[in-house]
Structure formats: structure tokens, C-alpha cells
């Protein structure tokens, strides 16, 4: 069965023109938290000669002159944006691998005249019409051979977002344009051994001798191989993995000295990631806590702190009183923190919980515990995040980090969803 990787072009500028059509045709940069780089920029952006990981700072200027319009990331929007986009794939297809947060492998049957050139262009006229994304379709034989396929159907404007390697005649012609560095999972290191041995593309690389490739890249690189001679090596991962870790941190508006704030910003931080673990039906066993200054500091402060709870829990309270007890380890006066952070670790299902030997609580209290969260969850859901919290986090948090170009969250917020005057 042919498999599909489908990711769509440019997703946080495209997301953004989804939502604001003065945006469309006209060039876009997103930048991270606190406005500090450009993470992402569209196709008239790049034209401009702006890239990714840009300083803000330094281009603004250049930014404002040449009309490039601008949005701070907005990661609510693009989770959610993600979430319709899978929901839509894997409603035509039969199996589905989500990859990252705008990509997926997919599995398809062929149809009856072995072409799926139709059902390609049918699911990006669907993917259009119903979110207002551009996305491109490669297929092949194996993962491998669907990322090369995915990459021919976005460089090639004759292709208009959809190859098939598989069913094409001339594989090594298409082969031939891919260079050595696009090919997924060879890196900068080995490309550049590659180039120094004569191998500078992806038929180079196919027809080597696999010894001397078992030799350089170990089974690693013999199974990259087989893959793209389109024997199937990697399978599709339906099922996603249980996370080990969940990690809330973020920088701060403006560098803090005082212990007040930074106990605001990590109660946020406990309560963010214990909601976290419970939409992930997961109990944490351990927390770490974490601040540091800013790496340009002339004394460089960093420090962590870890505590280890008696039994699992995804309850705020708990994990919440553990985190505002270690605050006080991890805080020294006089140093600028710029960012901390929150770490759930070793995370285990909730349906298989292990009590004290000498119970603490009552099945009855457990019970309870989770109505209670499960109530606060559903509220903020509803009427959005925040709505309940806990009192330790203050009201004005003026730390929280810059965001002076964001968007409107259309697609979460009922308060925020655009009016269509007549």
C-alpha cells in the first residue's frame, strides 16, 4: 500500500492568512516569544531577503520599510489549526502517522485505474476550502521515498503540490535533482562526506556500495537506503508514543529579582502542566523546577530543583505545593532571571495508579479529586483558559512574556471570533 506524506506549506503564516484575508498575497513573519527571532516567514517574505532565526531587533527597520506585515506566535491557534488539518486527513485516508504539528504520513489503497493523482488533488481542494491551507502531497513506497516525493511536489511548479514516485516511469531522473543534503535523515556531517566521495544526490546515494555505507552510517544508513530502493523499512507509528516528560517554560517579559514574581510565574507554569498531564491521562512521579539569567550576563546563574511525590498525581494542589516549595531552592537575590520552567517527569497512565502501602486517601477522596479537576478543566475550556485558577498567580502578570503583534485565537475563543459586518 502506496503511503503519503502530506504536510502543509508555510503553516504559521498560512494559519494566520487563514484566519485574517488582508494577510493573503502580501509578505509575513511570525516571531517567537517575546518578539525576539523570526520563526517563520512566507514565500513573498523570503523573496524580501528575510529569513528564519533573524534577530527582530535588527531588521525591524528594514521590516517596516519594505511593508512586511507581522504576527507574534500563536501557539493556540496553530495546535488547534493542526488538529483540524489531521482530523481532515485521516477522514480520507486509511491509516495515519501524525509527524510534527503540520505534517503526516499517510496510507492510501489505489483506485481502480492505480492513479491517486485525483484523490491527491480532491483532499488539497478539501484542505483548502475547509481551513484555508495550501498543503503538498508526496507518495512513494516507503516514508522515505513519500519525504522525496514531498519535496519534489513543493520545489517542481509544475507538479502544483502533488508527486507520485512510485508510478512514475523516470525515478532516477527525479532522483538525480534531489541533492544529497535534502534527503531525510542525512545530516550536515555526512553530506559533506558524501560530496567529498562523489555522491552528491539521491541516486548517488541509492546505488552506493552498501558496505561502504554500513561502514560510515551503520544500519541506519542501509535502512535509509532500502527504503529508497522502495523496500519498507520504517514503518508507520498509528499509535502515539506515551510522553516520558512534559515541560511548560517560557522567558519573561522583562528580567525579574524578586521571589514574588518568580513564584507567579511557576505556580502559571505548575498549573498549565498539570492540565497538561491530564488531558495526556498521565500521573507525574517527579518535578523539576528551573531559572536561569540571560546567557550575556557577566555572572551566569542557573539552577534546578527536583521533588519526587509520595504517590503519582495530576491533581494542581499537590503538584502545585511541591513546585512553591522548591521556588524558594531555586531563587538567589540580586540575579536578573530572564525564564523558568516546569518538568513533569516520569509519567505513568493514570488507569494504572500505585497507592501507599499505608493509603493516604480514600478511594472516595480520589474520586472526588478528579471531579474537581475534571470540572476546572471543563470550565476553562468553555469559557476559556484561566477562567478558574488559583489565586497564587496573581492577576496582573506583567512578567509574561511580550506579545505585542498577536493574533486573534478565532478558532477557541468565542470572544475573539471574527464579525462579518453587512
Known sequence: MPIALIDSNNFYTSCEQSLDPSLIDRPLIVLSNNDSCVIACNAQAKALGISRGEVYFKIHRKVKELGIQVRSSNYALYADMSQRLMQTIEANCEELEVYSIDEAFAKINYSIDHELHSWARRLREITYQRLGLAIAIGIGATKSQAKLANYLAKTTTSHAGVFDLKSTKDQDHWYQQIAIENI????????????????????????????????????????????????????????????????????????????????????????????????????????????????????????????????????????????????????????????????????????????????????????????????????????????????????????????KYLSAAATTCLKEIPIVKT
Open 184 to 403: 531525510w535523515g542525512i545530516g550536515h556531517k555526512f553530506a559533506y562526506w558524501c560530496r567529498m566521495n562523489g555522491i552528491r544526490n539521491a541516486k548517488h546515494f541509492r546505488d552506493m556500495s552498501s558496505n561502504k555505507l554500513k561502514k560510515k552510517l551503520g544500519i541506519t544508513g542501509l535502512r535509509l537506503q532500502h527504503e529508497l530502493h522502495g523496500k519498507q523499512c520504517l514503518h508507520l507509528s498509528v499509535k502515539a508514543k506515551p510522553k516520558q516528560e512534559t515541560c511548560v517554560s517560557k522567558s519573561f517579559k522583562y528580567p525579574i529579582s524578586n521571589i514574588e514574581e518568580l513564584r507567579q510565574a511557576i505556580a502559571s507554569y505548575t498549573i498549565r502542566a498539570s492540565e497538561k498531564l491530564r488531558a495526556q491521562k498521565q500521573h507525574a512521579t517527579a518535578i523539576t523546577i528551573f531559572t536561569r539569567t540571560s546567557f550575556y550576563t557577566p555572572i551566569f546563574y542557573s539552577q534546578s530543583a527536583t521533588q519526587r511525590l509520595t504517590i503519582a498525581s495530576s491533581d494542581t494542589r499537590v503538584l502545585l505545593q511541591a513546585a512553591l516549595n522548591l521556588t524558594a531552592e531555586i531563587f538567589r537575590p540580586n540575579h536578573l532571571l530572564v525564564k523558568a520552567g516546569v518538568i513533569m517527569q516520569g509519567l505513568l497512565n493514570e488507569e494504572y495508579l500505585q497507592l501507599h502501602l499505608l493509603p493516604e486517601e480514600k478511594h472516595t477522596q480520589i474520586a472526588a479529586t478528579e471531579s474537581l479537576m475534571e470540572t476546572i478543566d471543563n470550565l476553562n475550556k468553555r469559557y476559556g483558559r484561566n477562567t478558574v485558577t488559583w489565586a497564587i498567580c496573581g492577576i496582573n502578570q506583567n512578567w509574561e512574556m511580550s506579545r
